[in-house]
């Protein structure tokens, strides 16, 4: 489960987009302070650092495994899915329990052991020499 919750959190902090076209245009902005030089103007966010490729390849390696779930039980790995996006900053879940049981129509206790079976699919895969990447 931490690998999974590990590849989410990588998900998340990778780029939205490309690399800036500032560059190739010449307009870049001219930092006239240096409070603006590090960001304390006060409405930047912080983003997390682009993870590492060794980290990305476990990120692929990682959501692979959500295929050892069997097709039939396809709402499973959507909530293995939903459980391993973790914010990359603070580590916390995007998907609570009671969001991911509303959406469902379903009990957040059910949702948890739902999530458990899922889990217990992937590891059994894994354990008996499944596909996984």
């Known amino acids: 489960m ?9 998900l998340l902090a990778l780029p939205m987009r490309g690399y ?6 010449g307009t870049l902005e001219i930092v006239r302070a240096a409070s603006e030089a590090y960001g304390w103007e006060g409405n930047t966010k912080l983003r997390p650092p682009v993870p590492p490729a060794a980290r990305i390849t476990r990120m692929d390696e990682a959501f692979a495994w959500l295929a050892l779930i069997p097709d039939d039980r396809y709402v499973l790995r959507r909530i293995a899915a939903a459980r391993a996006l973790t914010h990359p900053l ?16 379903a009990d957040h206790k059910a949702v948890q052991r739902w999530h458990a079976e899922a889990i217990g699919l992937i590891a059994r895969a894994l354990a008996g020499g499944g596909r996984h990447g």
């Open 90 to 105: 603070t580590g916390r879940h995007l998907t609570p329990w009671r969001r991911l049981g509303a959406a469902l129509g």
């Open 20 to 25: 800036s076209p500032k560059l190739r245009l």
């Open 2 to 10: 931490a690998r999974l919750e590990e590849a989410g959190a990588t």
